[in-house]
């Protein structure tokens, strides 16, 4: 698979939009073994400034020495800006790997998840390939059906 493959697999796949529920995210996240339960979490919602809280929190967690992951939504400029670690933007080959590994699990749902339900479970699975110390993760339409709410016990929310 070429980044270009994984790409067109996420966003071409799978329902766009939302959809309430947290059964698909957690029936992945099962299937997959459970990666995010072995991450740290600072989970961030609200109405306004979301993305640069995540941003500052992420940047000064990183210069306190933690291996960061930063979890976003949406992209502005590319897709790889979503799921960063330590500063730097998921690379394709990261990308690529990891994505065939959640493909084997998305595609042997009765409901398939939506495309960013698929999206976190890939960030969850890189974060715990990476061992990160800690993982900012914004939320996306937010609400308690979003689909970060998959994580148990966020360090702060």
């Known amino acids: ?16 939009g939302s959809t309430p529920g947290l059964y698909r995210i957690r029936e992945l996240l099962d299937k997959m073994g459970h990666p995010e339960q072995n991450i740290k979490f600072i989970h961030i919602a609200g109405t306004n400034g979301k993305g640069s809280t995540a941003a500052m929190t992420a940047s000064i967690l990183a210069k306190a020495g933690l291996k960061t992951g930063l979890f976003t939504s949406p992209f502005i400029y590319r897709f790889h800006e979503r799921i960063q670690f330590c500063g730097q ?3 394709d080959e990261d990308l690529v790997t990891v994505v065939e590994y959640v493909q084997g699990f998305a595609e042997t749902m009765a409901e398939p998840p939506t495309e960013f ?34 994580i148990e016990c966020p360090e702060v929310a």
């Open 1 to 16: 698979m070429t980044f270009e493959q994984a790409e067109a697999y996420i966003h071409g796949k799978f329902r766009k």
């Open 89 to 91: 933007q998921i690379g």
């Open 117 to 150: 339900e698929l999206v976190c479970g890939i960030a969850m699975e890189y974060y715990a390939r990476k061992q990160a110390d800690i993982v900012v993760l914004e939320v996306g339409m937010g609400g308690e059906k979003d689909a970060t709410n998959a």
